[in-house]
């Protein structure tokens, strides 16, 4: 069932385009076919800083195809045994390497870019994932997953092998998120808790021993304290940012768990948040905040200052049109990837200066 979703979405986006192609071809000749121009943020007259690079969907969007997967791919709009997303919720991002995590098909995807692959693993064996929502990679390569049903969070290697996990119902109540600082001795993890839960708080593992080693927060709209945090991400100078969605703000504490600035109010003005669902850093610790009712990502200095936002609303699968937009992340080489799940895809934007072939996950365009 959750296959043939997705190869459905697939055949609808194909019937679209050579529906689209035929119009062209009826109305006119060869100069009235316009080639696709990929949109650029901000809109003119404003200098541009980003543009849209590509969407990753399944396994086609990575891996190279046969001659035959090739033929059928142009005559049914999808190759044979393609693979793809259902309903991804978050994105982690490291050389090259896109995790995704599916909250229905109940695995990670890595999307290897640079290796042409397309390998989702957490999904079988003893420790197999029963809900997987949030995702980061650290520094060494290891990816964390939180299991929001299990109440833990999952280890693999860069390889998606399972390694270790940490966490119980004992200690969490709805994890949902998680973060490592730069030195890979701390995960952060976001306890969302519930209407009924005071456990709206992060808390502070040590990652060789699994061990809690600080809780950050409680329950109130004060600074320093949450109303159903959501995500978490971490900068250069290990500060931490947490999403504290249901106070409509991003909170920052310092690598000890004390409170240092706060950002954003509930509104439907640029700078404020109406659901916000997502968050990441970039190696300039500008800040990148998803909102699920905006349907865009807004991006602020590290002081909180709005710098410009991304994406709009659309029922059409378009070049930045979210519907139901979740998690965010940013690579090493400046490259934003954003999850929308309505969708079941990943769009990827890069920074406008950037090649399409340059950094880790650069892709020079084939040659005419």
Known sequence: MHYLSFILKRIFLFTVFIFGLGVLSACGTKEEFKPFVPPVYPVAPEEPRFIYERSLMGSADVRELTSEEKFKAMATGVPTGEQGLIKPFDVAVRKGRVYVTDSVARSVVMFDIKGKRFVEFGNRGPN??????????????????????????????????????????????????????????????????????????????????????????????????????????????????????????????????????????AGKRLGQFSRPKGIAVDLDDNVYVMDASFANFQIFNDKGELLMFIGSRGQDNMPGVFSLPAGIAVDEDGRIYAVDQFFSKIEVFRPYGMKQGDGHAGVAPPKE
């Open 128 to 265: 197999a994932l029963l809900k997987p929502i949030g995702i980061t990679v650290a520094s060494f390569g290891d990816v964390f997953v939180v299991d929001l049903t299990a109440k833990s969070i999952h280890v693999y290697d860069k390889e998606g092998r399972f390694l270790r996990k940490f966490g119980s119902k004992e200690e969490l109540s709805r994890p949902v998120d998680v973060a490592i600082s730069n030195d890979g001795r701390f995960a952060y993890v976001v306890d969302t808790g519930g209407v009924q839960s005071a456990f709206h708080r992060v808390v502070k593992y040590d990652v060789k021993t699994g061990e809690v080693v600080q809780i950050i927060g409680e329950r109130s709209t004060g600074l320093g304290s949450f109303n159903f945090p959501m995500m978490i991400a971490i900068d250069s100078k290990d500060r931490i940012y947490v999403l504290d969605s249901g106070n409509f703000r991003v909170q920052r504490f310092n690598s000890e768990g004390k409170f240092d600035l706060t950002f954003g109010s």
